[in-house]
């Protein structure tokens, strides 16, 4: 019905030429309409994608250059958000929500996955990718991306939170790099005293996302544990995590940590170290390029290593990272999965590690001779990686971050004991998995 009237004109237009007593109109006419057809059958496939505003020059400059070039008939759309990731997430859960996501391709940190899946808004995929083929990535960037024991995310670059350590200072002084808790502040007082640094150990200790990627360390050094994620049992009063919250406390009363340290936040820490006021500090491995920077006063004078831990238990360090999944809802999962090889692959992610310090997810990049050569900490980082501890793979993990920063803020700022800030914080949590449940 949309097509009679232009075409009675031009019909009218051609009859009037002679057109129609040879027939022409028809061939025309199949003419117009396989044209039509083929062109649009070579439309390219456009995969949107969301993604943090200053995260975009490298995939805009060549990653999905590269990926386009390789692909003609798949285009890419990436959506500039904003920076804080909790923003990020609740852009992908209100599009989720509200029906049918924009996004065929979600980049979601590490903590994102199970929440999405267990919404039902992502694609499983498994039959994707063989066994083999993802022990060529970290073990624990792959079992980041799982719930329920299905794969939801395939990494794409990793992040571990690791502790520096003035390796000038402590080889100076004749101390080896701490391994335990006391030795981390027995090392620090000593050279307090000597006044070679003005504080021992900083850490991230204001309200917020870091604050339990800090202290997941430490509990997991303590030997203890947050929620666990076979049984959901929570082990946030059991002793471990009070002396966990002791070891952190101890550093401010006994002067190795500043008072100000429970404000504090990746940058304001990784400026103290950096000035060379501080021996210790733990933080992520962007820090290592910032701090080897010309200008940088301690430029080649740290070490890194995994996290210190209680004598008798093993070091951990909080696994981050962003990963590639598809939209249960997309309408180009084939094409989206080819997006997903490439930006994952070991091409991509040597290019995108050479170009913004990332820590890849692919175990062989870590001793990629050209890698290695601008990043020499690369061998040692891996060793932190395969150390690294998983914050709960719970779909409800938001809620119960918020729980945990509530009353570990409230303990180590002196507002509540650790015994009932912890008592409540167990019990609110074990009330929010059971809701869950129901």
Known sequence: MLYRKPLNKLRNFLQKQGFLRTGVFFTLLFSII????????????????LLAAPDSPPW????????????????????????????????????????????????????????????????????????????????????????????????????????????????????????????LMRISQALQKKDKVKWGYVWQGRQYEGLVAMFVEVLEGSGGFWINSD??????????????????????????????????????????????????LRSWPYVWTLANQESSPIRGKFGIKTMVHAPGSTGGACLGGWGVGIAKSSRHKEEAWKAILYFTSEEAQ?????????????????????IVAKFPHFP?????????????????????????????SATLSGRMTPERAMQAAASETRQLLRIGKS
């Open 350 to 370: 040597r290019q995108f590690t050479l170009s913004e310090s990332y820590v890849p997810s692919r175990r062989a990049l870590f001793t990629d001779p050209e």
């Open 380 to 408: 040692q980082l891996l060793k932190v990686v395969d150390n690294a501890v998983l914050r709960p793979p719970v779909a409800q993990y938001a809620q119960a971050s918020d729980i945990l920063q509530r009353y570990l």
């Open 60 to 183: 805009k400059q060549f990653l999905i250059k590269n990926f386009e070039a390789k692909h003609p008939g798949i285009r890419i759309n990436l959506v500039e958000g904003p920076n804080a990731t909790n923003l990020l997430e609740d852009l992908y859960t209100s599009a989720f929500i509200l029906g049918e996501s924009p996004y065929d391709l979600i980049y979601m940190d590490t903590i994102w996955a199970p929440k999405f899946a267990a919404g039902n808004w992502l694609l499983p995929l498994d039959d994707r990718i063989s066994k083999n083929e993802l022990k060529a990535f970290s073990a624990k960037d792959v079992e980041a991306g799982r719930y329920q024991d299905k794969l939801y995310r395939i990494p794409m670059r990793s992040d571990v939170g690791m502790l520096y350590y003035r390796e000038d200072l402590l080889k100076e002084a004749g101390f080896k790099p701490p391994e335990t808790f006391e030795d």
């Open 34 to 49: 396989l044209y039509s057809w083929v062109a649009f059958s070579q439309q390219p496939v456009v995969l949107t994608m």
């Open 231 to 280: 049984t959901g049992e929570v082990g946030l009063d059991r002793p471990q995590t009070l002396k966990a919250i002791e070891f952190l406390r101890s550093t401010v009363r006994e002067g190795v940590s500043p008072p100000g340290v429970t404000t504090y936040i990746e940058e304001d820490t990784r400026r103290m170290f950096q000035s060379g006021q501080v021996a210790f």
